[in-house]
């Protein structure tokens, strides 16, 4: 069974900062990549960032330059550090975590709410 267990939601002033903490454990075999999806309300979900196990990273366009994504592979976690938050970064966060079989598997998403 694979558990992806995500921590660090929560409410922030625009121009503020969160950090997002994704946990992966179970029978997961080896991890290609780790990364993070957002869906906003009534829209479809969408990549935030992703990294390989290499370290290579690709972000969305509209978060270049104020989320940084790592992770620590001896513990198969993975984080975002998101500066400089906008209104239209609210969503509900998930973690996605791919195996070298390319299974997917999910967390259960956390909220982030950017608002004065």
């Known amino acids: 069974q694979v558990q992806v267990v995500e921590s660090g939601g929560g409410l922030v002033l625009p121009g503020g900062s969160l950090r997002l903490s994704c946990a992966a454990s179970?029978?997961?075999?080896?991890?290609?990549?780790m990364g993070w999806y957002r869906q906003a309300p009534g829209k479809q979900r969408e990549l935030v960032a992703h990294i390989t196990s290499a370290g290579t990273t690709n972000y969305a366009d509209s978060v270049k330059g104020r989320f940084t994504i790592s992770r620590d592979n001896a513990k198969n976690t993975v984080y975002l550090q998101m500066n400089s938050l906008k209104s239209e970064d609210t969503a509900v966060y998930y973690c996605n975590v791919v195996n070298r079989f390319m299974a997917n598997y999910w967390g259960q998403g956390t909220q982030v709410t950017v608002s004065s």
């Open positions: 179970g029978s997961i075999l080896s991890i290609v990549r």
